[in-house]
């Protein structure tokens, strides 16, 4: 069964820092290229960052120097390290991978909330 459990979300001032991690299971991870999106109420989901299976990654301008994606293969886990956070990065974060052609069906996420 595929599962993505995204984990590490919560309060944090304004500056502070915070680490999302994602373990996954049911996924061939090792071959799998692993995204990080975030999404705010009524608005659509956006992508945030990415790491291909050779662990070359992407992050979008808004987060780029602040946040930072990682992979590990052997706990088949993804994560983001947030640093700098401001209140615009209040969002559900979510992980996903493609299999077979296709994002998989969307995990619970884990709220950030920043506060000034």
């Known amino acids: 069964q595929v599962q993505l459990a995204e984990s590490g979300g919560g309060f944090v001032q304004a500056g502070g820092s915070l680490r999302l991690s994602c373990a996954t299971s049911?996924?061939?991870?090792?071959?799998?290229?692993m995204y990080w999106y975030r999404q705010a109420p009524g608005r659509q989901r956006e992508l945030v960052a990415s790491i291909t299976s050779g662990g070359s990654t992407y992050h979008t301008d808004s987060v780029k120097v602040r946040f930072t994606i990682s992979r590990d293969n052997a706990k088949n886990t993804v994560y983001l390290q947030m640093n700098g956070l401001n209140l615009e990065d209040t969002d559900a974060y979510y992980c996903?991978?493609?299999?077979?052609?296709?994002?998989?069906?969307w995990g619970g996420g884990t709220q950030v909330a920043v506060f000034s």
């Open positions: 996903n991978t493609i299999q077979d052609g296709a994002l998989l069906d």
């Open positions: 049911g996924v061939n991870f090792v071959f799998s290229d």
